[in-house]
């Protein structure tokens, strides 16, 4: 049995500087010198003409794009008269340059292969294969590109400014006032603004001759349609009339979780004892749900699994549900920015209510992840996670289908599960977010509501129990991030197999059970499929967790649900052989870890530890450019040389800066390595500075008993391997180092000490006589004696 609280370890006191690798950016050989410089020099003329072409609200200045290859000095390019504004994707980025510079940059071209005897930082120059200009192409969105614009006569586009300097520079409220001179010399409408440090965002009324003005200003970064919630679901009304009486509502203490919805139905009689606060963001409906959506996520928030509390008819909320309207009746956006939205709701909620946890079973369907920048919800999700300390729970988003190309191409049932992993399927804003927990959904039911009452063969559902929801997104996120981390039960749906369009899909019978919002005269239950059900399972148990323990950070929380995350066989079973290596060949990554992250969290000891099972917790804060080590206080008994299964499962999370205009986003790069050796002493000298001459820096140890590689899990901010080992050396200690790298042009935007949770879960489920959970608390008491008789 899991009774015994999680156990807290500290790391060794122990200074050790990160080992740092000088790295010279390396040249990029022309064999014709001059010819090159030319080159560049006819490029600059042209794309100086486009760009004084263009509309603009600052004359002088000028966009360009560069293109270049290998390794670019971006922290240099002002040698050459040229601001750096943005890094595009690998081999291109963006900069600013007004006449002065146009002029510094000109010079330095023609001097190339000349006189450049004293040309400093030359190899910028060389890196450059050519320069362009940002194009009413590249402003376009993936939305715009594919649908259009709208056919009315006046709509709303959200266009987003290069973002110059930071919110409250000077330079950047001197181009938002010159932008905005130009819309109203323009006639056109600002409806809504958007000023963070790395997302400047207007959502504007135009017509199509404005678009066009609007396609080609020198200022636009990118021309969007609003956002398209795409949330869709069929709703079944359940026969379930009877509910006990007097449902207590939760303690004072619980855990505050706040769903940022369509609203609440707060009368409903399951979610009134837990309601504590409603707010409209976006009317004047006090939070009122007038779609259902809301209230069935709230259902899920609240009480996790329905069917399992309606079948023993016992109703306990152990949470309190907080309730912010920010959809309208449709489920949609509002007409204002829900970037805007969201941080008046999140800060509202955090500052006067100080929830912590919020659920956001929504995205953006016109902003499928481009592999490139994380940008719009995601970002601001990012940057309030990190400002307010807070946990998101994200949904990864539901797929309907494609049509130009087609996906699937026929069947949904014949085509599953290959076109999970197509291009089209991938995560929408703002699932790829990093710093908070996104999640796919896994099927439970695979019999519909027709098939359950009649006996002749007419739908079919593509999955089984516990394989992944014909309707989730895939991964990865930026960098070849783990995304979805997590995975729950979301629903599933089944195919008519009579008639001739098979993308025509049944859902009645194959969801989650949850609230309905219009019980009134009806039932108090709908049954609804699509990923927003299956993110606020993983809230409802990241609540519980927070009941547990209270002073958990949202590191701590998003590290313990990875940390305990399995991945189900029927997850990797749902992909035939064939497919599982073609992908990996082409893509150098597992097909199931790109559908399912971590996998499903497994409650046993999620909450608490037992003798065969026992979970250690760390919370610190670390330095640039430095390590931490921590002992595993593993006992005798769990190293002991029979050959037997023993786990060793560690999770690292953190919640670093982040930037649009850079490729690498994240301003902070923390990783941890697990090893083994003799002493602290050993194991240190292959991380410290001042050794890296004499020893070989580390890696994991036992790679081969390892599930993911460090090289994978490192790309996100949550990061977790396992470790089954069968026969261990007793004579081995156990360690885990933390490291931390800021980027070096994320330093001045991170924190002198970065805060960081660790996570390890030691396993021997195989001894049946194990102590381990008493065996560990020994070593960690005893530890703490000697570090006290060390201080004194």
Same mark, same amino acid.
């Given at each position: 049995?899991?009774?015994?609280? &999680?156990?807290?370890?500290?790391?060794?006191?122990?200074?050790?500087?990160?080992?740092?690798?000088?790295?010279?950016?390396?040249?990029?050989?022309?064999?014709?010198?001059?010819?090159?410089?030319?080159?560049?020099?006819?490029?600059?003329?042209?794309?100086?003409?486009?760009?004084?072409?263009?509309?603009?609200?600052?004359?002088?200045?000028?966009?360009?794009?560069?293109?270049?290859?290998?390794?670019?000095?971006?922290?240099?390019?002002?040698?050459?008269?040229?601001?750096?504004?943005?890094?595009?994707?690998?081999?291109?980025?963006?900069?600013?340059?007004?006449?002065?510079?146009?002029?510094?940059?000109?010079?330095? !071209?023609?001097?190339?292969?000349?006189?450049?005897?004293?040309?400093? /930082?030359?190899?910028?120059?060389?890196?450059?294969?050519?320069?362009?200009?940002?194009?009413?192409?590249?402003?376009?969105?993936?939305? !715009?590109?594919?649908?259009?614009?709208? #056919?009315?006569?006046?709509?709303?586009?959200?266009?987003?400014?290069?973002?110059?300097?930071?919110?409250?520079?000077?330079?950047?409220?001197?181009?938002?006032?010159?932008?905005?001179?130009?819309?109203?010399?323009?006639?056109?409408?600002?409806?809504?603004?958007?000023?963070?440090? *790395?997302?400047?965002?207007?959502?504007?009324?135009?017509?199509?001759?404005?678009?066009?003005?609007?396609?080609?200003?020198?200022?636009?970064?990118?021309?969007?349609?609003?956002?398209?919630?795409?949330?869709?679901?069929?709703?079944?009304?359940?026969?379930?009339?009877?509910?006990?009486?007097?449902?207590?509502?939760?303690?004072?203490?619980?855990?505050?979780?706040?769903?940022?919805?369509?609203?609440?139905?707060?009368?409903?009689?399951?979610?009134?004892?837990?309601?504590?606060?409603?707010?409209?963001?976006?009317?004047?409906?006090?939070?009122?749900?007038?779609?259902?959506?809301?209230?069935?996520?709230?259902?899920?928030?609240?009480?996790?699994?329905?069917?399992?509390?309606?079948?023993?008819?016992?109703?306990?909320?152990?949470?309190?549900?907080?309730?912010?309207?920010?959809?309208?009746?449709?489920?949609?956006?509002?007409?204002?920015?829900?970037?805007?939205?969201?941080?008046?709701?999140?800060?509202?909620?955090?500052?006067?209510?100080?929830?912590?946890?919020?659920? !956001?079973?929504?995205?953006?369907?016109?902003?499928? /992840?481009?592999?490139?920048?994380?940008?719009?919800?995601?970002?601001?999700?990012?940057?309030?996670?990190?400002?307010?300390?807070?946990?998101?729970?994200?949904?990864?988003?539901?797929?309907?289908?494609?049509?130009?190309?087609?996906?699937?191409?026929?069947?949904?049932?014949?085509?599953?599960?290959?076109?999970?992993?197509?291009?089209?399927?991938?995560?929408?804003?703002?699932?790829?977010?990093?710093?908070?927990?996104?999640?796919?959904?896994?099927?439970?039911?695979?019999?519909?509501?027709?098939?359950?009452?009649?006996?002749?063969?007419?739908?079919?559902?593509?999955?089984?129990?516990?394989?992944?929801? +014909?309707?989730?997104?895939?991964?990865?996120?930026? @960098?070849?991030?783990?995304?979805?981390?997590?995975?729950?039960?979301?629903?599933?749906?089944?195919?008519?197999?009579?008639?001739?369009?098979?993308?025509?899909?049944? @859902?009645?019978?194959?969801?989650?059970?949850?609230?309905?919002?219009?019980?009134?005269?009806?039932?108090?239950?709908?049954?609804?499929?699509?990923?927003?059900?299956?993110?606020?399972?993983?809230?409802?148990?990241?609540?519980?967790?927070?009941?547990?323990?209270?002073?958990?950070?949202?590191?701590?929380? #998003?590290?313990?649900?990875?940390?305990?995350?399995?991945?189900?066989?029927?997850?990797?079973?749902?992909? +035939?052989?064939?497919?599982? @290596?073609?992908?990996? *060949?082409?893509?150098?990554?597992?097909?199931?870890?790109?559908?399912?992250?971590?996998?499903?969290?497994?409650?046993?000891?999620?909450?608490?530890?037992?003798?065969?099972?026992?979970?250690?917790?760390?919370?610190?804060?670390?330095?640039?450019?430095? &390590?931490?080590?921590?002992?595993?206080?593993?006992?005798?008994?769990?190293?002991?040389?029979?050959?037997? *299964?023993?786990?060793?499962?560690?999770?690292?999370?953190?919640?670093?800066?982040?930037?649009?205009?850079?490729?690498?986003?994240?301003?902070?790069?923390?990783?941890?390595?697990?090893?083994?050796?003799?002493?602290?002493?050993?194991?240190?000298?292959?991380?410290?500075?001042?050794?890296?001459?004499?020893?070989?820096?580390?890696?994991?140890?036992?790679?081969?008993?390892?599930?993911?590689?460090?090289?994978?899990?490192?790309?996100?901010?949550?990061?977790?391997?396992?470790?089954?080992?069968?026969?261990?050396?007793?004579?081995?200690?156990?360690?885990?180092?933390?490291?931390?790298?800021? #980027?070096?042009?994320?330093?001045?935007?991170?924190?002198?000490?970065?805060?960081?949770?660790?996570?390890?879960?030691?396993?021997?489920?195989?001894?049946?006589?194990?102590?381990?959970?008493?065996?560990?608390?020994?070593?960690?008491? !005893?530890?703490?004696?000697?570090?006290?008789?060390?201080?004194?």
């Amino acid at each position: 049995m899991a009774n015994y609280e &999680h156990l807290k370890i500290e790391r060794e006191l122990l200074e050790n500087e990160r080992r740092t690798r000088k790295i010279n950016i390396p040249r990029h050989p022309r064999g014709d010198l001059r010819g090159h410089g030319q080159k560049l020099s006819r490029d600059l003329t042209e794309s100086f003409k486009f760009a004084q072409s263009q509309q603009t609200s600052r004359p002088g200045n000028f966009v360009l794009k560069i293109r270049y290859t290998g390794l670019l000095d971006i922290t240099h390019l002002n040698k050459h008269g040229i601001e750096f504004v943005s890094q595009e994707d690998n081999h291109l980025c963006v900069v600013f340059v007004d006449e002065t510079g146009m002029a510094v940059f000109a010079d330095h !071209l023609q001097r190339l292969g000349l006189d450049d005897a004293e040309l400093t /930082y030359k190899q910028i120059l060389e890196a450059i294969e050519g320069i362009d200009n940002w194009t009413s192409d590249d402003r376009k969105s993936w939305a !715009l590109r594919r649908h259009g614009l709208p #056919r009315a006569e006046k709509f709303l586009l959200d266009v987003e400014l290069w973002p110059v300097a930071v919110a409250h520079h000077p330079e950047r409220l001197s181009t938002c006032d010159a932008f905005e001179r130009w819309l109203a010399h323009n006639g056109i409408r600002r409806t809504d603004k958007v000023n963070l440090d *790395s997302l400047v965002m207007y959502r504007l009324e135009v017509n199509s001759s404005q678009v066009n003005l609007l396609l080609n200003h020198s200022d636009v970064r990118l021309v969007d349609l609003p956002p398209k919630s795409g949330i869709r679901y069929s709703q079944l009304n359940c026969d379930i009339n009877r509910i006990p009486e007097g449902i207590q509502s939760p303690t004072h203490q619980a855990a505050r979780v706040c769903v940022l919805d369509s609203g609440v139905n707060t009368n409903h009689p399951l979610l009134a004892p837990a309601i504590a606060e409603s707010a409209d963001f976006i009317g004047d409906t006090d939070g009122m749900d007038l779609n259902g959506h809301g209230t069935a996520v709230a259902g899920v928030a609240l009480y996790g699994d329905l069917e399992a509390c309606n079948s023993t008819n016992y109703w306990h909320p152990e949470l309190w549900i907080f309730n912010g309207r920010i959809l309208d009746e449709n489920a949609e956006f509002d007409s204002s920015s829900i970037e805007k939205t969201l941080i008046e709701a999140v800060t509202y909620f955090v500052e006067e209510h100080q929830c912590r946890i919020f659920n !956001l079973s929504l995205g953006n369907s016109n902003a499928p /992840y481009d592999n490139r920048h994380i940008r719009g919800i995601a970002y601001v999700l990012d940057k309030l996670a990190r400002d307010f300390n807070i946990l998101f729970v994200v949904s990864a988003g539901n797929f309907s289908g494609s049509i130009d190309p087609d996906v699937p191409r026929h069947s949904w049932r014949n085509e599953y599960p290959e076109y999970l992993l197509a291009d089209e399927s991938i995560i929408i804003d703002p699932a790829p977010a990093l710093n908070v927990l996104t999640v796919g959904s896994l099927a439970r039911h695979n019999a519909t509501f027709d098939a359950q009452r009649y006996p002749e063969i007419s739908q079919l559902a593509p999955a089984t129990e516990n394989q992944p929801s +014909p309707f989730t997104r895939h991964g990865p996120s930026i @960098k070849g991030a783990i995304k979805p981390e997590l995975v729950a039960i979301g629903g599933n749906l089944a195919t008519p197999i009579r008639i001739g369009n098979e993308l025509k899909d049944v @859902k009645k019978g194959m969801g989650v059970l949850t609230c309905n919002s219009l019980f009134v005269g009806n039932t108090l239950f709908s049954e609804i499929s699509g990923t927003s059900f299956a993110a606020p399972y993983i809230t409802h148990l990241a609540g519980r967790l927070l009941n547990n323990y209270p002073k958990a950070s949202a590191n701590l929380l #998003r590290a313990l649900l990875v940390n305990h995350a399995n991945m189900l066989s029927e997850i990797e079973n749902s992909f +035939p052989e064939d497919m599982k @290596k073609s992908y990996r *060949s082409a893509n150098g990554r597992d097909a199931f870890r790109d559908i399912a992250g971590y996998g499903a969290v497994d409650e046993g000891e999620l909450f608490r530890s037992s003798q065969n099972a026992v979970v250690l917790m760390a919370e610190d804060k670390i330095e640039n450019n430095s &390590h931490h080590f921590f002992e595993l206080p593993l006992p005798d008994d769990f190293l002991r040389s029979q050959r037997a *299964s023993r786990e060793i499962r560690v999770t690292l999370s953190y919640c670093p800066a982040v930037r649009t205009t850079r490729i690498d986003y994240v301003a902070t790069k923390m990783s941890f390595r697990l090893v083994k050796d003799q002493s602290l002493e050993s194991v240190q000298r292959h991380f410290n500075h001042s050794t890296q001459d004499e020893t070989k820096t580390r890696n994991d140890d036992a790679t081969s008993n390892r599930d993911i590689s460090a090289e994978l899990r490192g790309k996100g901010t949550v990061q977790s391997s396992t470790w089954r080992i069968k026969q261990p050396k007793p004579s081995e200690k156990w360690f885990v180092v933390i490291t931390r790298q800021d #980027r070096d042009w994320g330093e001045a935007l991170s924190f002198e000490q970065e805060d960081y949770a660790l996570v390890v879960t030691v396993t021997d489920r195989e001894n049946e006589e194990a102590q381990l959970y008493s065996q560990i608390s020994q070593r960690i008491e !005893l530890k703490a004696r000697e570090r006290a008789r060390a201080r004194v």
